[in-house]
């Protein structure tokens, strides 16, 4: 072999020695490059693992690298930036501190909007203000409530039967249940008719003289100052013949002789202090003797100006609506007694459309409102025993005055007589009568 060979193959040599250096060289930086890669990719997931770790405020909290190294590796892997994203849980608005909405309060744009709401508001509340008054001044004026009397003022009793009334059967008993009456709340009491009137036979009346089988003047004026005391006016029923048949007025021939002998007796009686006269069958005495009528009328009417008042009430047997309202405009009665709620068809449309008739066309000051009287019976005894309550309420509750017989408040029945006894002791008297 000579030289220039030899040469060649140590060239040759060299250059396969400088390309396997390089080939090492080469496969050293791939895995370098592929070392780096897997650092950077688990400094990666160590970097989530740190952001989903809670912040503590202990030594526990895991070490979070600087913004330099953060950058570094966000920027390597293909040049892209790694952006974090926060959840809307972690968005919270802080809103102002208190020197910066102070500072801004105090803006001219701020000031001047406060003090237009304000204006807006107050111009506002003038103009409501305003408009309520235009309406308070343009609204039509309230009906006046009519004038009204003591027996307008609550419910009036009346005790037909003095006898089956108390213990002692006379007015001097009467007196003695004056307590019991004034906690029942009436403004008067409708006493008798207690004079002497022989059934049938005017000749032998005398409206001045009680009964002795009633009681005596003296213990009626007892009565009258009992009342008084409680707060409660009398009403003397004076209808002539309540004990007979032939009519209030005992026959057509005797009306005008009768009543020329009731004017006396009016002035004696409010005299006496009465508070009022009950006459029944109003309707004969107005239609046959209107004179006398009107005088009887001027009598009791002659004292309205005291105080009390004294009343005139009126008794019918009629039971149309229409009669009794042309009655009530004819008598000019103060208040007329009619059995509407319980005669005729028991339809309860007809009871209201006869109320709403007599409402409408007059006062209610002179309405009034019974279930039952002298004649009739008690309550109890009209109606169905379970209605009694509702009787007494709508009796108490019509616009009008309520008029009750003795008993009606707790449901007293009529036996053999119109006038059955007053049950006072319940625990006694109301076991015998049950037996």
């Not at 108390?166 to 019991?180: A, F, P, R, W, Y």
């Not at 508070?275 to 004292?303: C, F, K, T, Y």
């Amino acid at each position: 072999m000579n030289t220039e060979e030899t040469n060649v193959d140590v060239e040759d040599a060299q250059t396969i020695s400088v390309e396997q250096k390089d080939a090492l060289d080469a496969a050293q930086v791939a895995v370098d490059a592929d070392a780096t890669e897997a650092d950077v990719s688990e400094a990666d997931l160590d970097q989530e693992e740190q952001e989903k770790q809670p912040m503590t405020a202990g030594g526990d909290r895991p070490a979070v690298a600087p913004p330099e190294v953060r950058e570094e590796v966000g920027a390597e892997k293909n040049g892209s930036v790694k952006l974090k994203v926060l959840d809307e849980a972690e968005e919270k608005f802080t809103g102002l501190n208190k020197e910066e909405l102070l500072r801004v309060a105090g803006t001219p744009g701020w000031v001047r909007t406060r003090w237009a709401l304000l204006l807006v508001f107050w111009l506002g509340w003038l103009g409501m203000l305003v408009g309520a008054v235009l309406i308070l001044l343009q609204a039509p004026g309230c009906r006046e409530l009519p004038a009204t009397s003591w027996w307008n003022e609550g419910p009036l009793y009346q005790i037909g039967n003095i006898q089956a009334f108390t213990d002692l059967h006379n007015l001097k008993g009467l007196e003695q249940k004056m307590n019991s009456l004034s906690q029942l709340k009436v403004k008067g009491l409708v006493v008798g008719p207690i004079h002497v009137a022989p059934p049938d036979e005017a000749i032998s009346l005398r409206f001045e003289e009680i009964s002795p089988d009633a009681g005596n003047l003296d213990q009626f004026k007892g009565v009258i100052q009992a009342a008084r005391r409680k707060g409660i006016s009398v009403v003397l029923d004076l209808t002539p013949n309540y004990q007979g048949s032939s009519g209030p007025w005992f026959s057509s021939n005797s009306v005008t002789n009768v009543a020329e002998r009731l004017k006396s007796a009016l002035v004696f009686w409010l005299n006496e202090g009465v508070d009022g006269i009950q006459l029944s069958g109003v309707e004969q005495l107005a239609n046959m003797v209107p004179s006398l009528w009107a005088d009887i009328r001027a009598i009791i009417h002659n004292g309205m100006d005291k105080d009390p008042k004294r009343v005139l009430l009126g008794i019918t047997e009629s039971s149309s609506a229409e009669n009794v309202s042309a009655l009530l405009s004819s008598t000019g009665v103060d208040l007329l007694i009619y059995n509407v709620l319980t005669s005729g068809d028991p339809e309860p449309t007809r009871f209201a459309e006869t109320i709403q008739h007599l409402y409408s066309n007059h006062s209610q000051t002179k309405l009034a409102w019974s279930v039952g009287g002298r004649v009739e019976g008690h309550l109890a005894s009209l109606v169905k025993k379970a209605h009694v309550k509702l009787y007494q309420l709508l009796l108490l509750t019509l616009p009008g005055t309520p008029i009750f017989s003795y008993g009606d408040e707790i449901g007293l029945m009529d036996g053999d007589s119109k006038f059955p006894k007053m049950l006072w002791d319940f625990e006694e008297e109301l076991n015998g009568t049950l037996q």
